[in-house]
């Protein structure tokens, strides 16, 4: 029995050494906190796409309608339509309170910020133009009168205002703030106020009205390394910090990780703490089975050809402490090939998602991603999974 047992416990022992040999650090997403592997890269807005963005013409009507391409989040150094970088980032959400939020990877030699600032105010001058365009080309066509340059003004201009590491261009019914901060760049937009038809409300009123905010905002707001998690009131986001604000501020904000030594293996966590955006409605009463029932068959590996959910089928967890769902999957593709995947979620409360959130952990697999080694196995998979569900907790 003994000569039998000995492999055996050396096989058990060498998968449990596999599963839990990696190193676990802190991390925080949002308002939450939660144990991920060491050695990460995040998913977000390539730098050089967001510096040096390529020109994009596009036309209507014979008028030029775009100057620069939009950059896009991934985790490549930049952007292609069939980009399996960009591929595996495509659940990455990035918004808060008012803002959509835009954060670049790190640069690798000194943002030319002038240069830079000069980009967006061309990008700004374009966009005039255009309107400038498609008043003069109505005009002609449908014989509509030409809006009075006093109010084609209002509606049109422009003001770029410089802070320290920072500066914001406001409009008329918007602003968006760009800051320059440890290597990367992080741009907070404002979604636009509703067009009344108000003649007071210039570009000149809105740097008034907002400017308490926008240094406000400054104020609180700090770059952060990757794995700094802070003690103080806050919201995270990645490479970012804002403190001292209500700590239940709307906020859709998920993160795309991928382990550097296993490429085949993305970890998206979201704190989701307002409804979700156009697209993604899902029905009122939804059960939490329901909803990870279409993850599965629209969303997550959604181009193999079957999906086998493994026993225990539908597993109970615990995220923050609170009860929810769990499901481990296994997906074959045209080719043979499997993949795994790991969905854990936590419904909240949808009449006050700020206050308690849904809560979703998607631990991926994409094989092909790998070169030159096997893809991570079906167990430390699903081991990695539950060790990162089981350490979730608000901040």
């Known amino acids: 029995m003994k000569v039998i047992c000995l492999p055996v416990l050396s096989a058990c022992l060498f998968i449990s050494y596999d599963?839990?040999?990696?190193?676990?650090?802190?991390?925080?997403?949002?308002?939450?906190q939660l144990?991920?592997?060491?050695?990460?890269?995040?998913?977000?807005?390539?730098?050089?796409?967001?510096?040096?963005?390529?020109?994009?013409?596009?036309?209507?009507?014979?008028?030029?309608?775009?100057?620069?391409?939009?950059?896009?989040?991934?985790?490549?150094?930049t952007v292609s339509i069939q980009d399996k970088d960009s591929v595996q980032a495509q659940f990455t959400e990035f918004y808060y309170g008012q803002y959509k939020l835009g954060i670049s990877s790190q640069a690798r030699t000194p943002i030319d910020w002038l240069a830079y600032k000069r980009k967006v105010a061309a990008d700004m001058d374009f966009r005039v133009e255009v309107a400038r365009q498609y008043?003069?080309?109505?005009?002609?066509?449908?014989?509509?009168?030409?809006?009075?340059?006093?109010?084609?003004?209002?509606?049109?201009d422009y003001l770029i205002k410089d802070y320290?590491?920072?500066?914001?261009?406001?409009?008329?019914?918007?602003?968006s703030l760009y800051i320059?901060?440890?290597?990367?760049?992080?741009?907070?937009?404002?979604?636009?106020?509703?067009?009344?038809?108000?003649?007071?409300?210039?570009?000149?009123?809105?740097?008034?009205?907002?400017?308490?905010?926008?240094?406000?905002?400054?104020?609180?707001?700090r770059p952060r390394k990757l794995y700094e998690v802070p003690a103080e009131q806050g919201?995270?986001?990645?490479?970012?910090?804002?403190?001292?604000?209500?700590?239940h501020e709307p906020r859709n904000m998920g993160v795309t990780y991928r382990l550097k030594d296993h490429p085949d293996v993305t970890i998206f966590f979201q704190d989701l703490g307002m409804e979700p955006g156009a697209g993604f409605q899902r029905p009122e009463n939804e059960s939490?089975?329901?909803?990870?029932?279409?993850?599965?068959?629209?969303?997550?590996?959604?181009?193999?050809?079957?999906?086998?959910l493994i026993s225990p089928k539908w597993r109970s967890i615990k995220m923050d402490g609170r009860n929810g769902l769990g499901?481990?999957?296994?997906?074959?593709?045209?080719?043979?090939?499997?993949?795994?995947?790991?969905?854990?979620?936590?419904?909240?409360?949808?009449?006050a998602r700020n206050l308690e959130p849904d809560l979703l952990l998607y631990v991926m697999q994409d094989s092909p991603q790998v070169k030159n080694q096997t893809p991570m196995g079906k167990d430390e998979l699903e081991k990695l999974a539950e060790h990162i569900v089981s350490s979730v907790k608000r901040r």
């Open 19 to 32: 599963a839990f040999s990696q190193e676990w650090k802190n991390e925080c997403v949002g308002y939450y």
């Open 35 to 77: 144990e991920l592997p060491d050695n990460l890269e995040v998913a977000l807005y390539p730098v050089e796409d967001v510096v040096n963005p390529g020109k994009q013409p596009e036309s209507d009507g014979g008028i030029k309608t775009r100057l620069y391409a939009s950059p896009k989040i991934t985790f490549g150094k």
């Open 135 to 156: 008043e003069e080309r109505n005009f002609k066509s449908f014989d509509e009168p030409v809006t009075p340059k006093i109010e084609f003004n209002r509606k049109h």
């Open 164 to 175: 320290p590491d920072a500066f914001t261009l406001y409009v008329n019914r918007t602003y």
């Open 180 to 221: 320059n901060e440890d290597e990367h760049l992080y741009h907070f937009w404002r979604k636009y106020q509703k067009d009344t038809g108000d003649k007071s409300q210039t570009v000149e009123k809105q740097l008034r009205d907002s400017e308490p905010e926008i240094l406000s905002l400054l104020n609180r707001f």
């Open 235 to 247: 919201f995270c986001m990645p490479y970012g910090f804002i403190a001292g604000d209500s700590g």
């Open 288 to 308: 939490a089975k329901d909803f990870v029932t279409y993850l599965w068959n629209r969303k997550y590996q959604w181009s193999s050809i079957s999906k086998e």
């Open 327 to 351: 499901t481990f999957v296994k997906s074959t593709f045209k080719d043979g090939s499997v993949d795994y995947g790991y969905v854990a979620y936590v419904q909240g409360n949808h009449k």
